[in-house]
């Protein structure tokens, strides 16, 4: 059974579209995350968010936002796009206190 | 912010000799430093990792260890099998955060 899945696995958009991923986890973990890697494959920290507290990394522009339906989804939306905004991203689950992090598989998303 | 250094970027070794790469931290308030494995166009997996309170780490031919008080950890692999050639990161997490800082990664590559 797959722990983190992420919809869609490749996202090709053009510049100033919208678009949303999704990400879903099956563990029971209460604490989730984005992450950015881009073309050197730099992997940056974007978001943690759990039930109580969302955690924004301070470079993370204002055209992203998490949502959360529930407890098991963390939805990236992204308003605006721009070329830069070119890169993998991927989600990623842990319980909070236990630190292990479980990713998703990634979506690759290209702007053009 | 916490500012994870990683070295070296790239590194070949002859299948059966060790590899080691080596990361420094800045945050002294870091108590968990975990390592990733990127294998191309996958997920990161967590492979092993380290909190504050132990110097030293091993699991079959993978092992860490970490000096708190220089700030850097390292990753040893011993016997190195085609297999093992991936990205690896490590990364730092504060006690009470959960977001991991990565490092800049390092592409090993074992030769058979």
């Known amino acids: 059974d797959t722990a983190v899945s992420q919809t869609p696995k490749y996202l090709v958009t053009q510049m100033g579209n919208d678009k949303s991923i999704k990400c879903e986890q099956n563990?029971?973990?209460?604490?989730m995350y984005w992450y950015k890697q881009d073309s050197k494959k730099f992997l940056k920290i974007m978001f943690s968010?759990?039930?109580?507290?969302?955690?924004i990394n301070e470079t993370v522009p204002n055209r992203f936002s998490p949502k959360s339906p529930d407890k098991a989804h963390l939805n990236l939306h992204i308003n605006s796009l721009e070329l830069g905004d070119s890169a993998v991203y991927f989600c990623a689950s842990s319980q909070l206190g236990a630190r292990e992090q479980y990713f998703g598989p990634g979506t690759r998303l290209t702007v053009t | 912010g916490e500012n994870v250094e990683q070295h070296p970027s790239t590194l070949s070794v002859q299948e059966g000799d060790s590899a080691v790469i080596k990361c420094t931290y800045s945050d002294s308030a870091s108590n968990y430093f975990p390592w990733y494995k990127q294998e191309l166009g996958k997920r990161p997996q967590l492979i092993i990792d380290i909190r504050s309170n132990v110097g030293e780490k091993k699991d079959q031919r993978i092992a860490v260890t970490l000096n708190k008080t220089a700030k850097h950890f390292s990753l040893h692999i011993t016997e190195t099998q085609p297999e093992d050639s991936a990205v690896y990161f490590c990364a730092a997490s504060e006690s009470g955060a959960n977001n991991l800082f990565f490092g800049t990664g390092t592409r090993l590559t074992v030769i058979p």
């Open positions: 563990l029971g973990h209460d604490t």
């Open positions: 968010y759990n039930n109580k507290e969302l955690i």
